[in-house]
């Protein structure tokens, strides 16, 4: 039927994860493309979630998106915090991330334009333990607490891709915890470069030893000794303060079973 919406367990995200594609073609049905939702000012839309919701669901939450910018270093909120906004990303990369009382960090999960920060305010709750802090530069929009809980008593599709997703997280912080724990540095960091690659969408990953060391939990020599092994095998090259993959599929091959088991929470969703 023409119009039809398709929602998001029914469409993929190819490699280039600002395009939304159909799977079942010739049908007449709604494709929503990056860049044909925009906010009230006209800034367009690129986060998969808002691009997968339904028309009317948008509608009710188009008024309450603030465009920002996400420089890097930015932090969106503090862990143990009150929670202000949620943030939708369009480009870049989010970090949520333990903080111990003695300033010693590690990152718990990550975020691009797949998903939305905030999670705990689309369950109804009002504090995250985790800090959500920007790593690599983008922008993207946020909505206020308050207005996002108002607006999902009356959007149930919107109301159903924010708790999957939060449940999505949820496994991805729990998969990053059994890794962090249970794998050595050079297949968590191949894990890492992996899924920030899926979000990034680039081969260069404008990051430094001491930020990975920082998310990995890890000293900086570790990161420096697994990341030299990974460039001997030639998977990836490593300039001062970038990363560049340059054969993804065997990284893929040298990953841990962790990447694998949270892209397959991705997929479920369509989101990936």
Known sequence: MAGEFIPASA???GPDPSLVRMVVENKGLQVVQSGERTNTEGKPVSNLILLSISDSDYSSLRPHLEYVSLPNHLVLHEGGGKLEFAYFPNRGLISLVVVMKDGKTAEAGIVGNEGFTGTPAS???????LQAVVQITGDGFRVE?????NTLESTPHL???LSRYAVVQGMQVAQTAACNRLHGIEQRLV????????RVDSESLPITHDFLATMLGTD?????LAAAV???KKLIEYARGAVKIVNRKKLEDSACECYGITQQYNGELGLK
């Open 220 to 224: 900086r020599p570790s990161v420096s």
């Open 123 to 129: 369950v109804g709750l009002s504090r995250s333990p």
């Open 145 to 149: 607490v308050a207005a996002l809980q």
């Open 230 to 232: 990974l460039q001997k």
């Open 11 to 13: 469409r993929v995200f």
């Open 191 to 198: 894990r890492w470069l992996l899924m920030t690659q899926d």
């Open 159 to 161: 109301q159903l891709m």
